[in-house]
């Protein structure tokens, strides 16, 4: 059965192009050489990504894979410019990491509601001829033409913003946690790969206070060469501040089991260690309450992270684990870094950085009917202000 969540989609984008400048000239009949009036082309549309928080998924994307900017409009008589193009607004996800398509290099990150971040700019609108009147050549027949548009293939890749990120195999009891603690109803059922997709859920604290767990489908030994599921959920806790290793009370070897899922989290990405850890020994209400056999369990664990014991189903110590996971949470050691920042994000060793106008020098701009000796000065769409009050003398 197909799922409803995506988390990863490619794109085709394209901004608009600028609009004309106007070669027109004022004709009266109380004027017959009133001069050059053509107008200034409109900007193209650029292509705009924007964060929206009631998205959670990328599924709106999926069959709406063009995404196409209006172009500018041409510039006319009387001096009046072009219409500007209607900007394309992408929706995404909090959370969502743009990459290039062709080369995999990191673009842009949109990590917060309403936030904006332009993906391809549009082309600036070609200057009228109004513009390059001068006092030796009063009636210029020749105009810009609109700056070209841009075009890109790009990867939209989804990353579950939470605090928590649950780690641990199939039927570890991840699922019945999240809807022991929250609000959240995963599918909870005896057979592996009960959960397919990953969800969020809300955990409500001490004073009002809560945070946010991730729960990812289980994986096994292997799934960094493609067994199970594989890792492709695991970026789901790249941005997670602190991970909760759950491993089974009756598994045969509690320690080799822990052991097993920080070698996939290692595979699939070596920061993913450096992350806060707690473990948490599920199941628990099968141990009674024989304390000497939970030391026993406790032997050989590593000493330097926190280990509780909890039963979702019995609701044996969850306030004791939402009070580990808060402190822990809350340490300067675990904080989460920046999302932006290059050792966990960039794919490739060179930053993509847009360019934030193209070079003047390209093909197209000018004209050919121009004379030899006139000379075009190109300018930038802030100095077109400076050009519309200029008037010329007879």
Same mark, same amino acid.
């Given at each position: 059965?197909?799922?409803n969540?995506?988390d990863?989609?490619?794109?085709?984008c394209?901004s608009?192009?600028?609009?004309?400048g106007?070669?027109?000239?004022?004709? %009266?009949?109380?004027?017959?050489?009133?001069?050059?009036?053509?107008?200034?082309g409109?900007r /193209?549309?650029?292509?705009?990504?924007?964060g929206n928080?009631?998205?959670?998924?990328l599924?709106?994307?999926r069959?709406?894979?063009?995404?196409? %900017?209006e172009?500018?409009?041409?510039g006319?008589?009387?001096?009046?410019t072009?219409?500007?193009?209607a900007?394309?607004?992408?929706?995404?996800?909090?959370?969502?990491?743009v990459?290039?398509?062709?080369?995999?290099?990191y673009?842009?990150?949109v990590?917060?509601h309403?936030q904006?971040?332009?993906l391809?700019?549009?082309g600036?609108? /070609?200057?009228?001829?109004f513009?390059f009147a001068?006092?030796t050549?009063? %009636?210029?027949?020749?105009?810009?033409?609109g700056?070209?548009?841009?075009?890109r293939?790009v990867?939209?890749?989804?990353?579950l913003?939470?605090?928590?990120?649950?780690?641990g195999f199939?039927n570890? /009891?991840?699922?019945?946690?999240?809807?022991?603690v929250?609000?959240?109803k995963?599918?909870?059922?005896?057979?592996p790969?009960?959960?397919?997709?990953p969800?969020?859920?809300i955990?409500?604290?001490?004073?009002?206070?809560?945070f946010?767990?991730a729960?990812?489908?289980?994986?096994?030994?292997?799934?960094?060469?493609?067994?199970g599921?594989?890792?492709?959920f695991?970026r789901?806790?790249?941005r997670?501040?602190l991970?909760l290793?759950m491993?089974p009370a009756d598994?045969?070897?509690i320690k080799?089991?822990?052991?097993?899922?920080?070698?996939?989290?290692?595979k699939?990405?070596p920061?993913?260690?450096?992350? /806060?850890?707690?473990?948490a020994?599920?199941?628990?209400?099968?141990l009674?309450?024989?304390e000497e056999?939970?030391?026993?369990?406790?032997?050989?664990?590593?000493?330097?992270?926190?280990v509780?014991?909890?039963? %979702?189903?019995?609701?044996?110590?969850?306030?004791e684990l939402?009070d580990?996971?808060w402190?822990?949470?809350n340490?300067?050691?675990?904080k989460?870094?920046a999302i932006?920042t290059?050792?966990s994000?960039?794919?490739?060793?060179?930053?993509?950085?847009?360019?934030?106008s193209?070079s003047?020098?390209d093909?197209?701009w000018?004209?050919?009917d121009?004379?030899?000796?006139d000379e075009?000065?190109?300018?930038?769409?802030?100095?077109i202000e400076?050009l519309?009050?200029?008037?010329?003398?007879?």
């Amino acid at each position: 059965m197909e799922t409803n969540f995506i988390d990863y989609v490619r794109i085709y984008c394209r901004s608009g192009r600028g609009g004309r400048g106007s070669t027109h000239m004022h004709r %009266a009949k109380y004027l017959p050489k009133g001069g050059p009036d053509g107008g200034n082309g409109g900007r /193209g549309g650029h292509v705009i990504l924007r964060g929206n928080r009631n998205y959670w998924t990328l599924l709106h994307l999926r069959y709406d894979r063009h995404i196409q %900017a209006e172009h500018g409009g041409n510039g006319s008589k009387s001096k009046s410019t072009g219409k500007q193009g209607a900007n394309a607004y992408i929706e995404v996800p909090c959370g969502t990491a743009v990459y290039d398509a062709e080369t995999g290099e990191y673009i842009c990150d949109v990590t917060e509601h309403e936030q904006e971040v332009i993906l391809l700019k549009g082309g600036r609108g /070609g200057l009228g001829n109004f513009n390059f009147a001068t006092p030796t050549n009063k %009636a210029p027949r020749y105009a810009q033409p609109g700056e070209p548009m841009q075009e890109r293939s790009v990867i939209l890749e989804l990353k579950l913003l939470a605090d928590v990120g649950l780690v641990g195999f199939p039927n570890a /009891g991840k699922s019945t946690l999240v809807n022991a603690v929250s609000s959240a109803k995963p599918k909870i059922d005896n057979y592996p790969f009960t959960t397919l997709e990953p969800s969020l859920g809300i955990v409500s604290y001490r004073d009002d206070r809560s945070f946010v767990i991730a729960d990812i489908p289980g994986i096994i030994e292997g799934a960094s060469e493609g067994r199970g599921l594989g890792l492709r959920f695991l970026r789901h806790i790249e941005r997670n501040s602190l991970l909760l290793f759950m491993v089974p009370a009756d598994s045969e070897d509690i320690k080799h089991e822990y052991e097993v899922l920080l070698n996939e989290l290692e595979k699939f990405n070596p920061d993913l260690l450096n992350k /806060g850890r707690v473990l948490a020994i599920t199941k628990c209400d099968l141990l009674g309450q024989d304390e000497e056999l939970k030391e026993m369990l406790k032997e050989g664990l590593p000493n330097d992270i926190p280990v509780i014991f909890i039963s %979702a189903v019995a609701q044996q110590g969850l306030q004791e684990l939402k009070d580990t996971l808060w402190t822990e949470m809350n340490n300067e050691s675990n904080k989460i870094a920046a999302i932006s920042t290059q050792e966990s994000l960039i794919r490739s060793t060179k930053t993509f950085a847009y360019m934030d106008s193209i070079s003047e020098d390209d093909e197209g701009w000018g004209d050919e009917d121009k004379g030899e000796d006139d000379e075009i000065e190109f300018l930038d769409e802030d100095d077109i202000e400076d050009l519309e009050d200029f008037e010329y003398e007879e």
